[in-house]
């Protein structure tokens, strides 16, 4: 019985066989598991035992092979985990990674900054929503349906009757305001307005605006003008600004608001139309009808308004000259910001 002891010095050998490290593993598997391995040599013994004690054979073989399994597979599991566990792929010492923190964009810094300077002079901020009806964006700025000032600005209508829609100026604020606020009233309204326009290097569908409001007995166009001067001063340091003449339904006198363009240093370029001046908003004293369809008493009440860009401030502030850039979310853009 000569094959008896040798499949029992093989289960004696494979139970001591030491396993110690991930290589062990391996060698164990090629020199008991393996196509050349004691294992199968051991199955060759069959042929030395007689036919009556095969199954006894079979049966003593198949075990010392899932001894042989088991021990190969949890050794395997337990050098594998063990080398993950302790495998050191990284620097202790290194220095923390640094993450990148969030920054404010630049638009709203520009807004910041000119809702500062405002309040520095006593305006206080009054946020008015971005959905509007028509009375607030149109009508009680006295531009009431058939108005051709409306055409000038193309609206994104919510409803199909016209009634609502995405204002197309912060002026629907000064209305907002004038319904709600007790006068004397000095505020500014800044936030995001809407217009159906075609998306250019100075135009964009999405803007925002700062309007301005004050409402108080006796103030005058001399009000009006040095607010806007101390604006600019405060803002760009400089006051080579101009009031221009022109229209606004809402406002009489009413006035564009020029500022000479940092951009080019006046001698030209697209931003400013090849014409050194870049308008930055509209202004003017209220007309009476806005503050009548607010039921304001006229005779005791008048005052100024004012509506600026931020987009354009930005861009004379950085001197950028596309407005597409504040869109585009562009990192080397804004991180030079
Ligand atoms: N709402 C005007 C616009 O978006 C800007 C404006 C002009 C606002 C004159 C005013 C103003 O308050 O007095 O084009």
Same mark, same amino acid.
């Given at each position: 019985?000569?094959?008896?002891?040798?499949?029992?010095?093989?289960?004696?050998?494979?139970?001591?066989?030491?396993?110690?490290?991930?290589?062990?593993?391996?060698?164990?598997?090629?020199?008991?598991?393996?196509?050349?391995?004691?294992?199968?040599?051991?199955?060759?013994?069959?042929?030395?035992?007689?036919?009556?004690?095969?199954?006894?054979?079979?049966?003593?073989?198949?075990?010392?092979?899932?001894?042989?399994?088991?021990?190969?597979?949890?050794?395997?599991?337990?050098?594998?985990?063990?080398?993950?566990?302790?495998?050191?792929?990284?620097?202790?010492?290194?220095?923390?990674?640094?993450?990148?923190?969030?920054?404010?964009?630049?638009? @709203?810094?520009?807004? !910041?900054?000119?809702?500062?300077?405002?309040?520095?002079? *006593?305006?206080? +901020?009054? $946020? #008015?929503?971005?959905?509007?009806?028509?009375?607030?964006?149109?009508?009680?700025?006295?531009?009431?349906?058939?108005?051709?000032?409306?055409?000038?600005?193309?609206?994104?209508?919510?409803?199909?009757?016209?009634?609502?829609?995405?204002?197309?100026?912060?002026?629907?604020?000064?209305?907002?305001?004038?319904?709600?606020?007790?006068?004397?009233?000095?505020?500014?309204?800044?936030?995001?307005?809407?217009?159906?326009? @075609?998306?250019?290097? !100075?135009?964009?569908?999405?803007?925002?605006?700062?309007? *301005?409001?004050? +409402?108080? $007995? #006796?103030?005058?166009?001399?009000?009006?003008?040095?607010?806007?001067?101390?604006?600019?001063?405060?803002?760009?340091?400089?006051?080579?600004?101009?009031?221009?003449?022109?229209?606004?339904?809402?406002?009489?006198?009413?006035?564009?608001?020029?500022?000479?363009?940092?951009?080019?240093?006046?001698?030209?370029?697209p931003v400013c139309k090849k014409t050194g001046w870049v308008e930055i908003g509209g202004c003017g004293m209220v007309d009476p009808a806005v503050l009548q369809n607010c039921n304001i008493d006229t005779t005791k009440y008048n005052g100024y308004a004012f509506g600026m860009g931020i987009e354009r401030i930005a861009m004379l502030y950085y001197q950028?000259?596309?407005?597409?850039?504040?869109?585009?979310?562009?990192?080397?853009?804004l991180r030079q910001l």
């Open positions: 019985m000569e094959w008896k002891s040798k499949i029992q010095s093989l289960k004696e050998e494979i139970s001591q066989y030491k396993i110690e490290n991930k290589e062990d593993v391996e060698k164990f598997r090629i020199a008991f598991l393996g196509t050349k391995g004691k294992l199968k040599m051991a199955m060759g013994l069959i042929a030395e035992v007689p036919g009556e004690l095969r199954k006894e054979f079979g049966l003593l073989v198949n075990e010392i092979k899932n001894e042989a399994d088991s021990k190969w597979a949890l050794s395997k599991n337990a050098f594998e985990h063990q080398q993950e566990a302790t495998q050191v792929d990284f620097d202790l010492t290194a220095p923390a990674y640094h993450s990148h923190l969030g920054s404010l964009h630049p638009i @709203t810094k520009t807004k !910041r900054r000119m809702v500062e300077i405002f309040e520095r002079i *006593g305006f206080a +901020i009054f $946020e #008015g929503p971005e959905i509007v009806n028509d009375w607030h964006n149109f009508t009680a700025l006295n531009m009431p349906q058939d108005h051709p000032a409306r055409d000038m600005q193309d609206t994104f209508f919510l409803t199909e009757n016209l009634e609502f829609l995405l204002r197309t100026h912060t002026s629907s604020s000064q209305i907002q305001a004038l319904e709600t606020e007790k006068l004397p009233l000095r505020i500014i309204t800044p936030g995001r307005v809407y217009r159906n326009e @075609t998306i250019s290097a !100075r135009a964009h569908c999405t803007f925002h605006q700062v309007e *301005g409001l004050y +409402i108080d $007995e #006796g103030v005058s166009f001399a009000d009006l003008k040095q607010c806007i001067y101390y604006f600019a001063k405060e803002m760009f340091g400089s006051e080579n600004i101009r009031l221009r003449p022109s229209y606004f339904p809402f406002t009489e006198p009413s006035a564009e608001v020029d500022i000479s363009c940092f951009i080019c240093d006046q001698k030209g370029c950028i000259n596309d407005l597409r850039l504040f869109w585009q979310n562009d990192m080397r853009f």
